[in-house]
């Protein structure tokens, strides 16, 4: 069983928001593998289904960003989960808009809402899927609480469209494999 959680804010308000990306990867994979995500249960929205032979449950967690890992954590105590059986699908300043990278492990990189998940599983061993959104000029908070330009928003939705893809390899062939294959995507000819 694999547990895919995508990290955002609940509200209308937020919607559109770089800070969403997590919401919006749900939304597509719910779509993508007929899961609706419409329970509330553990403080998020959640659905169940399978996905080929694996049983998944996509999550939007409904405690705000920051917390997270109150959410996270129940979940994963609920059905005695390992860590490295979480998906995390999370925006990421570090990256430019539109640029993937997979990572099995490792720190917050700055980001609350894995800080919070690191915090309540007590390790850092879950999968990060990190979907670029650029980095701030001046004020972060107000960088990730807006919304993307036209072309941006472009890029940014061809890295949630391969989210499918990408889970589907971790589950069939681990981490390393989905690594392999599609950290760096969305790079252009330039890079």
Same mark, same amino acid.
């Given at each position: 069983?694999?547990?895919?959680?995508?990290?955002?804010?609940?509200?209308?308000?937020?919607?559109?928001?770089?800070?969403?990306?997590?919401?919006?990867?749900?939304?597509?994979?719910?779509?993508?593998?007929?899961?609706?995500?419409?329970?509330? %249960?553990f403080r998020a929205l959640i659905g169940e289904g399978m996905v080929g032979t694996e049983k998944v449950i996509l999550v939007k967690?409904?405690? /705000?960003?920051?917390?997270?890992?109150?959410?996270?954590?129940?979940?994963?105590?609920?059905?005695?989960?390992?860590?490295?059986?979480?998906?995390?699908?999370?925006?990421?300043?570090?990256?430019?808009?539109?640029?993937? %990278?997979?990572?099995?492990?490792?720190?917050?990189?700055?980001?609350?809402?894995?800080?919070?998940?690191?915090?309540?599983?007590?390790?850092?061993?879950?999968?990060?899927?990190?979907?670029?959104?650029?980095?701030?000029?001046?004020?972060?908070?107000?960088?990730?609480?807006?919304?993307?330009?036209?072309?941006?928003?472009?890029?940014?939705?061809?890295?949630?469209?391969?989210?499918?893809?990408?889970?589907?390899?971790?589950?069939?062939?681990?981490?390393?494999?989905?690594?392999?294959?599609?950290?760096? /995507?969305?790079?252009?000819?330039?890079?």
């Amino acid at each position: 069983m694999f547990l895919i959680v995508g990290l955002g804010n609940p509200g209308r308000k937020y919607e559109d928001t770089r800070h969403n990306v997590g919401f919006k990867a749900i939304d597509y994979l719910s779509d993508r593998w007929n899961i609706p995500v419409k329970k509330i %249960r553990f403080r998020a929205l959640i659905g169940e289904g399978m996905v080929g032979t694996e049983k998944v449950i996509l999550v939007k967690p409904s405690t /705000f960003m920051n917390a997270s890992g109150e959410s996270v954590g129940e979940i994963v105590r609920y059905y005695n989960l390992a860590p490295e059986n979480v998906i995390v699908i999370q925006d990421d300043v570090a990256l430019p808009v539109g640029r993937l %990278r997979i990572r099995p492990k490792g720190s917050d990189g700055g980001h609350n809402g894995i800080k919070s998940i690191l915090y309540h599983l007590e390790s850092d061993t879950f999968i990060r899927l990190k979907i670029g959104v650029g980095g701030a000029e001046h004020d972060m908070v107000s960088h990730v609480l807006g919304t993307f330009s036209k072309a941006d928003g472009i890029a940014v939705t061809n890295c949630i469209k391969a989210s499918d893809e990408i889970i589907e390899t971790i589950m069939r062939h681990g981490a390393g494999e989905a690594m392999n294959r599609f950290n760096g /995507f969305g790079k252009t000819e330039a890079e």
